[in-house]
Structures are given as C-alpha cells and as structure tokens.
C-alpha cells in the first residue's frame, strides 16, 4: 500500500503535464479557441481599466500563461526523480497559482465555464488539475519546506 502512495504524486504529475502540455499548442499557435478565451478577458478587463491585459503583448498573454504552463510541467515532471522530489512540489505551487486564475476567470467574469462550447470540458480540466496540483502540495509538503531549512 505504501508504495502505491509513493506513486500518486507522480500520476498527477503526469496527469497535470499532459493537460498544460497538451494547451500549449492553442496558445502558442494562437488558435482560435484561444483567441476567443483571451480576447473575452481581454476586452472584460478593459472595461475596469487594464486594457491590454490579456493581449497578445499583455502580462497575462496567452504566451505568458502557456510558459508559465510549460515551467510548471518541467518542474512536475524533474520532481518525479527521487532526488528533486521539491521540484514536484513548486511545479504543483505553480500549477495550483495557475488553475485558481483559471477557474476564477470562468466562474467570476463574462468568461464563463463554456466559452469555445465544448460542454465546459476546458473549465472540468482546470478544476481537476487543481484539486490534483493541492493533493501533490500536500504530499510533498515536507519536502518544499526542506528547501527553506524547515520540516
């Protein structure tokens, strides 16, 4: 049973990689899907003032936010090695940043948990590699705190 434990962190890590490594070709490529995510939020938050924010220069760019993804999944997948097992814990810190923007852009803006039509298939994705990225936080726990000096 305990080695079946030892292997979860893993799986979800894998799991949340192939879900931001498989967005990636979306966002890098600018597809359409994309355009229509990004430009909804873009043009929300212009309306409170940030114009540009979501653009495809702005600080929340779709390019900005598939790096951040692809970090995340390298952190993810160097922490399934038993020596950087912390990295797996600061990709899931990274993944979980990213995953509570994303549900709370769905839930709390024009966004919406259906924007490309898909049944919310993007919005069911997000959420679950949130609760995955908190399950692998609280797994490594010890070991993200072992790189501060603490346990």
């Known amino acids: ?13 894998i799991f949340m990689s192939v879900v931001f490594l498989d967005s990636l070709r979306y966002k890098f490529f600018n597809h359409e899907k994309t355009q229509v995510i990004f430009g909804t939020l873009n043009a929300w938050v212009a309306t409170l003032g940030f114009p540009g924010t979501f653009g495809t220069s702005g600080i929340l760019s779709q390019y900005v936010i598939g790096s951040v993804e692809l970090l995340a999944s390298a952190l993810l997948l160097l922490g399934i090695t038993p020596t950087l097992n912390a990295l797996q814990g600061f990709g899931a810190i990274v993944a979980f940043a990213l995953m509570t923007g994303a549900v709370s852009f769905h839930l709390f803006t024009p966004l919406g948990i259906d924007p490309n039509h898909d049944g919310g ?11 995955a990225s908190t399950v692998v936080m609280v797994i490594r726990h010890r070991d993200i705190l072992a790189v501060f000096g603490t346990r």
Request: charged share 5%; no cysteine; net charge positive.
């Open 1 to 13: 049973m305990k080695w079946i434990l030892l292997l979860i962190p893993h799986g979800l890590a």
């Open 121 to 131: 298939g993007l919005f069911v994705a997000a959420v679950l590699v949130w609760i």
